[in-house]
């Protein structure tokens, strides 16, 4: 017998009214990368050499980086979601699960914040 | 908490039906792309750090084993290119009968196929075969 009445135990438990945001974005990122990954994979099969000058003055074009900067990002969210589910899926145990959810984050941040600024780098001249 | 029941509940389904195999297939094939952002990743950042550590990254990258992971990462690409199109599709509501769906599975495997001996051939013949 609880003195909690139906209502306060009832509320908290229900949907989080976020379920379709995975959903979404993930279709969205999809959607993205259908036309950024062709390019991708067209591009880099393109180059006639990987060379440092031949990469270097392909990554330095300003549709390229601004292509392969959407790239990376796009492929970085929709990674991190599906990797997210994956964990969801086959790590028990609610601990173990949210530690590894939290590095799946950290993980895939740093990869896309890696990626950006490598671009940038070398499309704005940094590179030596 | 109470012990409730999880979704991959193994044991109650038919395994190496087309539905299993084409499911598995995705999600594996979108873990080798998510390990192929990394290398992609890293190759970046060694253009980034200029000529000298391009070329160390470089000796790497064309090492025989990347080639494996190339290949890996095209035939991943190629599935996941389409059996992801098969999912968008299936979100407008189209072609969920079972035998349409039974139809798009071996119409992704057969063109996924087809698109990553394409790809593979084109990798292999160009010069260079870096990433």
């Keep these: 017998m609880s003195l909690r009445s139906p209502l306060g135990r009832a509320l908290g438990a229900g949907s989080a009214k976020e ?7 993930q ?3 999809a959607l993205a990368l259908v036309f950024l990954s062709i390019w991708f994979v067209v591009s880099i099969l393109s180059l006639p050499l990987h060379d440092y000058a031949t990469v270097s003055a392909w990554m330095s074009q ?3 980086a601004v292509l392969l900067i959407l790239f990376v990002i796009t492929a970085a969210w929709h990674s991190q979601l599906g990797v997210r589910v994956v964990v969801e899926d086959y790590v028990h145990g609610s601990g173990m699960k949210a530690l590894s959810l939290a590095l799946v984050t950290f993980f895939h941040v740093a990869v896309a914040a890696a990626g950006v600024f490598a671009i940038l780098k070398v499309a704005l ?3 030596v | 908490m109470a012990e409730r029941p999880l979704s991959p509940h193994l044991s109650v389904y038919r395994m190496y039906r087309y539905s299993v195999l084409t499911s598995i297939s995705n999600r594996f094939s979108g873990v080798v792309l ?3 952002l990394i290398a992609l990743v890293y190759w970046l950042m060694a253009v980034a750090g200029g000529a000298r550590a ?10 025989g084993i990347f080639k494996l992971l190339y290949l890996a990462l095209l035939a991943a690409f190629s599935y996941h290119l389409l059996a992801g199109i098969r999912h968008l599709v299936w979100d407008t509501g189209r072609g969920m009968e079972r ?7 071996w119409l992704i495997g057969i063109v996924s196929l087809l698109l990553f001996a ?14």
């Design chain 1, 62 to 64: 300003g549709w390229t």
């Design chain 1, 125 to 127: 001249g940094g590179a």
């Design chain 2, 34 to 36: 998510s390990a192929g």
């Design chain 2, 54 to 63: 391009y070329g160390h990254a470089l000796a790497i990258l064309s090492s």
């Design chain 1, 27 to 29: 279709r969205l990122s």
């Design chain 2, 118 to 131: 394409g790809l593979a051939w084109w990798m292999l013949v160009r010069a260079g075969g870096a990433p």
């Design chain 1, 19 to 25: 379920g379709v945001h995975h959903w979404w974005t």
């Design chain 2, 99 to 105: 035998a349409q769906s039974q139809h798009s599975a």
